[in-house]
């Protein structure tokens, strides 16, 4: 069933404040799949109501100036990353529900987590729920409650709003391809429009026509996690310096339509479909790949898993045509070259095939986290896990599972916590630990 989401507002009246606050002076809702995100206790007539009383006018505001990066960044180490995407920043003097909002690329999450009881607040917001839906399915929710704010404030006759200003300036922009691409490209990087490097976007729109569209917005997400942005010229000597040679056409592939459009499963999903079609179409058993066969597969040699040649901080193979190429493997750990490896194979099996780039990087987008879901069950099928486990899921029987399948531990808690063998707690803190 296709998730839903509204954002209502049922009109209230408010007898102070600025002529756009008392206009849309409202009872806001927020409801995912019939479930109340802003449910909560109100102090003053102690019960519990779906949403706070507040001005819905600044929450269209901040929803309108915030659209790029809420469309398109996800969780990453950007600065002031948490004023774009945690409703909580809007301010104004209101109690905003504590909603986090991101995406990741091609699905939205909406986080809602309760507030702490304190008694001189007067909404206590009791919510614990995570919703996620296709991306386009956020759009047209956060479009229909801000123009059902503007359409209140022609009711109140309140015209030319800076909202008015804002939703005009983003329609115009989201039917501009060039200005989106350029929009895209300035969240993904963690800024506010037209607070990036002119110069920085330039070089990246002129590296996607070499290296593909896509590719380079991988590339300044990562950068958005702390990471440095390497240009096609810094690709190719890093190719050249410390990769492997590769034949882009020997690598694997899945026949057209054996999946699922993106945006219609989750990431981790798709990633792991693919490893089962993988393996079924090339005839593997669920036991573990050697280095050989996993780096024919990748069209790669044995080498580039067995030798300590690191690149940067990511993961890439750069085709120069059809039958020739490099890798490049950040990991100096052998479990960590073969993920590696296996994440770049997903790449060309699942994602677009335009441009020369495919990249393995820290960041957190539809795409790399498929390609992680990909390699955990190419190289550790999960039913071959579970077997292996049998129900054991301490530390010990983790460990001797990832050293069977040469995988880390990391690997093997993942694939628990997605099959809801382990709960999703415990491997936050795993991630936390490591970070």
Same mark, same amino acid.
């Given at each position: 069933?296709?998730?839903?989401?509204?954002?209502?507002?049922?009109?209230?009246?408010?007898?102070?404040?600025? +002529?756009?606050?008392?206009?849309?002076?409202?009872?806001?809702?927020?409801?995912?799949?019939?479930?109340?995100?802003?449910?909560?206790?109100?102090?003053?007539?102690?019960?519990?109501?779906?949403?706070?009383?507040?001005?819905?006018?600044?929450?269209?505001?901040?929803?309108?100036?915030?659209?790029?990066?809420?469309?398109? #960044?996800?969780?990453?180490? $950007?600065?002031?990353?948490?004023?774009?995407?945690?409703?909580?920043?809007?301010?104004?003097?209101?109690?905003?529900?504590?909603?986090?909002?991101?995406? *990741?690329? #091609?699905?939205? /999450?909406?986080?809602?987590?309760?507030?702490?009881?304190?008694?001189?607040?007067?909404?206590?917001?009791?919510?614990?729920?995570?919703?996620?839906?296709?991306?386009?399915?956020?759009?047209?929710?956060? *479009?229909?409650?801000?123009?059902?704010?503007?359409?209140?404030?022609?009711?109140?006759?309140?015209?030319?709003?800076?909202?008015?200003?804002?939703?005009?300036?983003?329609?115009?922009?989201?039917? *501009?391809?060039?200005?989106?691409?350029?929009?895209?490209?300035?969240?993904?990087?963690?800024?506010?429009?037209?607070?990036?490097?002119?110069?920085?976007?330039?070089?990246?729109?002129?590296?996607?026509?070499?290296?593909?569209?896509?590719?380079?917005?991988?590339?300044? /997400?990562?950068?958005?996690?702390?990471?440095?942005?390497?240009?096609?010229?810094?690709?190719?000597?890093?190719?050249?310096?410390?990769?492997?040679?590769?034949?882009?056409?020997?690598?694997?592939?899945?026949?057209?339509?054996?999946?699922?459009?993106?945006?219609?499963?989750?990431?981790?999903?798709?990633?792991?479909? $693919?490893?089962?079609?993988?393996?079924?179409?090339?005839?593997?058993?669920?036991? +573990?790949?050697?280095?050989?066969?996993?780096?024919?597969?990748?069209?790669?040699?044995?080498?580039?898993?067995?030798?300590?040649?690191?690149?940067?901080?990511?993961?890439?193979?750069?085709?120069?045509?059809?039958?020739?190429?490099?890798?490049?493997?950040?990991?100096?750990?052998?479990?960590?070259?073969?993920?590696?490896?296996?994440?770049?194979?997903?790449?060309?099996?699942?994602?677009?095939?335009?441009?020369?780039?495919?990249?393995?990087?820290? $960041?957190?987008?539809?795409?790399?986290?498929?390609?992680?879901?990909?390699?955990?069950?190419?190289?550790?099928?999960?039913? $071959?896990? *579970?077997?292996?486990?049998?129900?054991?899921?301490?530390? #010990?029987?983790?460990?001797? /599972?990832?050293?069977?399948?040469?995988?880390?531990?990391?690997?093997?808690?993942?694939?628990?916590?997605?099959?809801?063998?382990?709960?999703?707690?415990?491997?936050?803190?795993?991630?936390?630990?490591?970070?």
């Amino acid at each position: 069933m296709q998730p839903t989401l509204s954002i209502t507002a049922d009109w209230e009246r408010l007898d102070e404040g600025s +002529p756009e606050e008392r206009a849309c002076f409202a009872a806001l809702g927020i409801l995912c799949n019939n479930q109340w995100l802003t449910e909560g206790r109100d102090g003053f007539v102690n019960r519990i109501r779906t949403g706070p009383l507040v001005s819905a006018y600044h929450l269209a505001e901040w929803l309108a100036w915030n659209w790029w990066r809420l469309r398109w #960044e996800p969780q990453s180490n $950007a600065p002031d990353w948490a004023f774009a995407h945690r409703m909580a920043t809007v301010g104004e003097g209101y109690v905003w529900p504590n909603i986090t909002i991101f995406s *990741d690329g #091609e699905r939205t /999450a909406l986080i809602a987590k309760p507030t702490v009881d304190r008694p001189a607040t007067a909404f206590r917001y009791i919510s614990d729920h995570a919703a996620i839906m296709p991306s386009l399915v956020f759009e047209g929710a956060v *479009d229909q409650f801000i123009s059902q704010v503007t359409g209140q404030l022609r009711a109140e006759h309140v015209p030319d709003t800076n909202l008015d200003r804002l939703w005009s300036e983003l329609i115009n922009e989201r039917r *501009d391809r060039d200005t989106t691409r350029r929009r895209k490209l300035e969240a993904l990087l963690g800024c506010e429009p037209d607070e990036a490097d002119p110069a920085t976007i330039n070089h990246l729109i002129d590296d996607a026509r070499l290296l593909g569209e896509r590719a380079v917005e991988e590339l300044a /997400a990562d950068h958005a996690q702390g990471g440095g942005l390497l240009t096609a010229d810094d690709l190719r000597q890093i190719a050249e310096s410390s990769g492997f040679a590769a034949s882009p056409r020997d690598a694997a592939r899945l026949a057209p339509g054996a999946l699922p459009p993106p945006r219609d499963v989750p990431a981790w999903k798709l990633g792991a479909d $693919a490893a089962r079609a993988l393996r079924e179409q090339v005839g593997l058993s669920d036991g +573990p790949i050697g280095n050989d066969r996993l780096a024919q597969l990748a069209g790669a040699e044995t080498r580039a898993l067995t030798e300590d040649r690191r690149g940067p901080n990511m993961s890439f193979a750069l085709d120069r045509n059809e039958t020739e190429g490099r890798v490049v493997l950040r990991s100096r750990w052998p479990t960590g070259r073969r993920f590696e490896l296996a994440r770049l194979l997903a790449d060309r099996i699942v994602a677009s095939p335009q441009g020369r780039l495919h990249a393995a990087t820290r $960041a957190y987008t539809y795409r790399q986290k498929m390609q992680r879901s990909f390699a955990a069950e190419l190289l550790s099928p999960f039913e $071959a896990v *579970d077997r292996m486990l049998a129900g054991d899921y301490s530390g #010990e029987a983790q460990q001797d /599972a990832a050293e069977h399948f040469q995988v880390s531990e990391l690997t093997i808690r993942t694939l628990l916590v997605n099959h809801r063998r382990l709960e999703r707690e415990e491997l936050d803190e795993d991630l936390t630990a490591a970070a």
